[in-house]
C-alpha cells in the first residue's frame, strides 16, 4: 500500500437512466425491457413508483416525500430509494452523467499495485475502503510496474461507485465490494492477458507440474484446493488457470470465495477463516477470503494431471483414468477465449497440453478422501 496525493475522478451521487432500458406494465406488472441484452426483469410496486419517478425528472427529495406522505416512514423510504439505485447502477439500468466529476475529498488516496497473470493493476482507495478490501489484495501486490489499468474505489455515502482509469463502471455496495472488485480484475486479467484459453479450473503446482481440477458449479474446487494446499500442494488458482501457445498454463491466484456452509469445513485446516471478514455477494450470499498459502511463482508449467470432479453424497472415493477426448471436452464446457470462439491456435495448445498429462475422474464424498488419492496420483 502506498500513498497518492493526486485527486481521483469520483461521480455525484445523481443517475440518469440508461437509454436501453424501458418500463411497462404487463398484465398488471411491472417490468424493466433491457434492450441491450433482451431480458425483462420484474419489479415491485415500490420499485417501479422510483423508477417512473426519475424517469419524469423527479429529485430524491421529492421522490422521499411523496413516498413519506403515502405513509411510509422516511428512513424506511431512504432505504428503498437507496437500495433500488445500487442494484439499478451495479446491473447497468441507471448511470451517472458523464459530465459528472469531483474530487474525494481525502488527503490522500491510498494505493494498491497488484500483478495477476502478468496484467498490471493500480487499485486507489477512498481512505475509508482500503483497511476492509485492501488485504483480501494484499497477496498480489507488485512494486515497479507501470499499471495497464488504474481502477477507484470511491465511497459515496455508502453506495460504492467503480471507476476504470477515470470512467463510471458500476456501483455496488460496501458489503459487495470485495466481490465486485475480484470481478472487475479478473474481467482486465481476461481482457488484457496474454494466453489462448482460459480454463474455468482450480490450478495447483507438485513437483513442477500443474494439477488442473474441473467441475461444475458446487462440485467442490475451493474446498478440495485448500485441503490439498494443506496437504503440501502449491497454490496457484481455485477458479481460473491460463493456456499460453505452449500448452503451459498459468494460474489466477486471487484469493478464494468460501461461502457460509463451507466455513466449518474449511476451518478444520485453516482455523483462520474464522476471523477472516465477511463479505456479500451479489446474491446475498455470504462469502470470506482467507489469503492463498503455499503460492507458487507465476510462471508457465506443464500439465502433469487433468482431474473431473464428481462430487456425490455417500460415494466410494475412486479416481478412474478417462481418455483424451474426454478430458478435452470436459475442460472445454466452460472455457473462455478473447475471439469468443475456441481458435486453431487455442485447439493446438490444449491439444498439446492434454497430450502430456494423465487424465482421471475423481468420484468422492469425503474430502479427505479426495485428497489422499490425487496425493498418491500426483506423487
Same mark, same amino acid.
Given at each position: ?29 411491472? *417490468? ?32 422521499? @416525500?411523496?413516498? !413519506?406522505?403515502?405513509?411510509? !416512514?422516511?428512513?424506511?423510504? =431512504? ?7 445500487? =442494484? ?12 459528472? @466529476? ?10 494498491? +499495485? ?12 477512498? @481512505? ?7 488485504? *483480501?489484495?494484499?497477496?498480489? =501486490? ?5 499499471? +495497464? ?39 482486465? *486479467? ?13 490450478? %495447483? ?8 481440477? @474441473? ?14 494446499? +494443506? ?9 481460473? !488457470? ?14 478464494? !470465495? ?83 470462439? %475456441? ?37
Amino acid at each position: 500500500m502506498s500513498l497518492d496525493g493526486r485527486p481521483t475522478p469520483n461521480v455525484q451521487p445523481q443517475f440518469v437512466l440508461a437509454d436501453e432500458i424501458s418500463f411497462a406494465i404487463i398484465d398488471g406488472r411491472n *417490468v424493466l425491457f433491457n434492450a441491450a441484452n433482451q431480458t425483462l426483469v420484474e419489479v415491485n410496486g415500490t420499485a417501479a413508483y422510483i423508477w417512473r419517478s426519475i424517469e419524469v425528472g423527479l429529485g430524491k427529495e421529492n421522490i422521499l @416525500s411523496e413516498m !413519506a406522505g403515502q405513509g411510509l !416512514a422516511r428512513e424506511i423510504a =431512504e432505504s428503498y430509494f437507496d437500495a433500488a439505485l445500487v =442494484e439499478w447502477a451495479r446491473v447497468g439500468f441507471i448511470k451517472p452523467p458523464q459530465s459528472a @466529476s469531483c474530487i474525494i475529498p481525502d488527503k490522500a488516496l491510498l494505493c494498491q +499495485d497488484i500483478c495477476v497473470a502478468g496484467v498490471a493493476m493500480r487499485i486507489r482507495y477512498a @481512505s475509508s475502503l482500503a483497511p476492509e478490501i485492501a488485504p *483480501v489484495f494484499e497477496h498480489l =501486490e507488485f512494486k515497479g510496474t507501470v499499471p +495497464d489499468v488504474t481502477i477507484d474505489a470511491v465511497d459515496q455515502n455508502g453506495r460504492i461507485d467503480l471507476l476504470g482509469d477515470g470512467q463510471w463502471q458500476l456501483s455496488c455496495s460496501r458489503e459487495e465490494l470485495a466481490t465486485i472488485l475480484k470481478g472487475r480484475l479478473l474481467d482486465e *486479467v481476461l481482457e488484457r492477458g496474454t494466453y489462448e484459453l482460459a480454463l474455468h479450473a482450480a490450478a %495447483l503446482v507438485r513437483n513442477g507440474r500443474m494439477l488442473l481440477v @474441473s467441475g461444475r458449479p458446487g462440485a467442490g474446487k475451493t474446498t478440495l484446493t485448500l485441503a490439498l494446499v +494443506d496437504a503440501g500442494f502449491g497454490f496457484a488458482g481455485d477458479d481460473l !488457470a491460463l493456456l499460453n501457445s505452449e500448452g503451459r498454463v498459468t494460474g489466477v491466484p486471487f484469493a478464494p !470465495a468460501i461461502k457460509a456452509g463451507a466455513w466449518k469445513l474449511v476451518a478444520t485446516y485453516r482455523p483462520d477463516i474464522r476471523e477472516a471478514r465477511v463479505f456479500r455477494r451479489p446474491d446475498r450470499k455470504r462469502v470470506r477470503y482467507p489469503i492463498p498459502r503455499g503460492l507458487v511463482p507465476a510462471v508457465p508449467y506443464p500439465v502433469g494431471w487433468l482431474v473431473l470432479l464428481d462430487r456425490r453424497s455417500g460415494a466410494t472415493a475412486a479416481l478412474t483414468p478417462v481418455d483424451s477426448l474426454s478430458a478435452l471436452r470436459g475442460m472445454l464446457q466452460e472455457a473462455y477465449t478473447q475471439e469468443r470462439q %475456441l481458435t486453431t491456435a487455442g485447439f493446438k495448445a490444449m491439444a498439446h497440453a492434454i497430450n502430456s498429462a494423465e487424465y482421471y475422474r475423481l468420484t468422492y464424498s469425503r474430502l479427505e478422501d479426495a485428497v489422499e488419492l490425487l496425493h498418491q496420483a500426483c506423487g
